[in-house]
């Protein structure tokens, strides 16, 4: 295991740590009244932002905004209606995906959304209430970005090979799901955040070649996927 990944994991760790101690001290009642009063959803959020922005997901972006947004009625006292300030949700998960557009790499030649049979190193695969398959036929595929958002994408990597550096695939699902069928000898590092969801590896037979990896990172938040035999 990486040095990096054991990090990620510390962070995690004491991200956990420190919710159940602070909330553990409320019910405790070791915290003022004046705190505790703050100490709603929105403080999980936070954390779980604010975790996941030092250990370098830029997911917890999303989680901050959200946790800050919604913890603004208690520290102003000004109460609104959740059925009016809901679209503020989609305008920061919109921000969000515009950031992460921008950060992306240009490997993918500009296509910005991958279709069909996919012989370039790199892919960008956007669906949105929609979705569809494509084959990944790179011999030095070097990974991308997978955003679903009520919809779902089919990723073929039988006829690939990974990078030497190893590939990277970096997920944003939301409301929407993945499936990646790669060949068994890829070995699949699970690096993802899931909140609400899950994204597991169910291939069968696998015979890790240490030469082929493919990293798979990212947040998936009321979604899902899975990793298939190609």
Known sequence: MSNEANSRRAWFGIGILVVGATFLAR??????????????????????????????????????????????????????????????ILIIIGVFMLLRQAGRGKGDGGSGIAKGNRDTDTIDDVNIFGGGSKNITSKNFKGGKVTSIFGGADLNFHDAIPAPENAVIDLFTMFGGCTLYVPSDWTVRMEEFSLFGGFSD??????????????????VIFGGGEIKTA
């Open 27 to 88: 019910n405790l009642g070791f915290i003022p009244h004046e705190i505790e009063i703050y100490m709603g959803w929105e403080l999980i959020f936070i954390l779980i932002g604010t975790v996941m922005m030092v250990s370098g997901k830029s997911g917890g972006l999303v989680f901050l905004l959200i946790g800050g947004f919604f913890l603004l009625q208690d520290i102003t006292h000004f109460y609104f209606r959740l059925r009016d300030w809901w679209p503020v």
């Open 202 to 219: 169910n291939r069968r037979n696998v015979k890790a070649d240490s030469n082929k990896v493919l990293i798979v990172k990212g947040l």
